[in-house]
Nanobody
Framework: QLQLVESGGGLVQPGGSLTLSCRVSGFTLDYIAIGWFRQAPGKEREGVQCISRSGGITNYADSVKGRFTISRDNAKKMAYLQMSSLKPEDTAVYYC?????????????WGQGTQVTVSS
């Protein structure tokens, strides 16, 4: 059974950095895209970035270009989101999800997410 566990969130000052991790179990990653999504208070969940099975990166949100970098390690069944130059508007619960392809529908249920708060 597919299970996604996100971690690495926390409180960080504006301009700071964080790296989020996503542990995947119950699914083989070799032929799957992996996406990061986020949901801010009072807003709908939105896509952040996606990495295809071949390593190509798609930015779902223009606001993260040049600041966020997604990566994956299929052998470890892990995905990561390196975030730098964080802004208060990046505050949200961050989720990872599997997708057959970037911009495609997500697979399975959402995990519990990890809270990122950017504040001074």
């Amino acid at each position: 059974q597919l299970q996604l566990v996100e971690s690495g969130g926390g409180l960080v000052q504006p301009g700071g950095s964080l790296t989020l991790s996503c542990r995947v179990s119950g699914f083989t990653l070799d032929y799957i895209a992996i996406g990061w999504f986020r949901q801010a208070p009072g807003k709908e969940r939105e896509g952040v970035q996606c990495i295809s099975r071949s390593g190509g990166i798609t930015n779902y949100a223009d606001s993260v270009k040049g600041r966020f970098t997604i990566s994956r390690d299929n052998a470890k069944k892990m995905a990561y989101l390196q975030m730098s130059s964080l802004k208060p508007e990046d505050t949200a619960v961050y989720y990872c999800a599997l997708q057959h392809y970037c911009r495609g529908p997500t697979i399975g249920s959402w995990g519990q997410g990890t809270q990122v708060t950017v504040s001074s």
